[in-house]
């Protein structure tokens, strides 16, 4: 707490200031900021998520799934689901890539490469 009129701190259960002592003086507390440590993992999955679309595609998209929900989970920030969410369907998606391109080069080896082996 702090001094109305001095504005110096004043120690933990004492009522008066020991500048301003005898008389009695009226001491204002300070509000304590508190900081949402999720707030940044919300965020910082939301830009993992938009980001695993275009570069590193499974290794952000993985982080914005383990920080989307973290942060989703302590606070149930909107933030935090909506990195979370862009995580599964960069993955889902990522997945689906893959397979369509191992489904691709079986088919050309097998046709096309195949083919001409023969002559």
């Not at 595609?57 to 606070?75: E, H, K, R, Y």
Request: charged share 15%; with cysteine; proline share 3%.
């Amino acid at each position: 707490m702090y001094c109305k009129n001095c504005g110096k701190e004043i120690p933990e259960g004492r009522v008066y200031c020991d500048e301003c002592a005898p008389q009695e003086v009226h001491v204002e507390e300070q509000p304590v900021k508190h900081v949402d440590p999720s707030t940044g993992k919300g965020l910082a999955a939301l830009i993992c998520g938009i980001a695993s679309f275009f570069i590193f595609g499974l290794v952000l998209a993985i982080v914005a799934m383990v920080l989307g929900g973290q942060a989703a989970n302590t606070a149930g920030e909107k933030m935090g689901k909506v990195g979370k969410t862009l995580g599964i369907v960069s993955l889902i998606l990522w997945i689906v890539s893959v397979v369509f391109l191992v489904i691709f080069y079986i088919f050309y080896f097998a046709f096309f490469v195949g083919m001409y082996s023969y002559y």
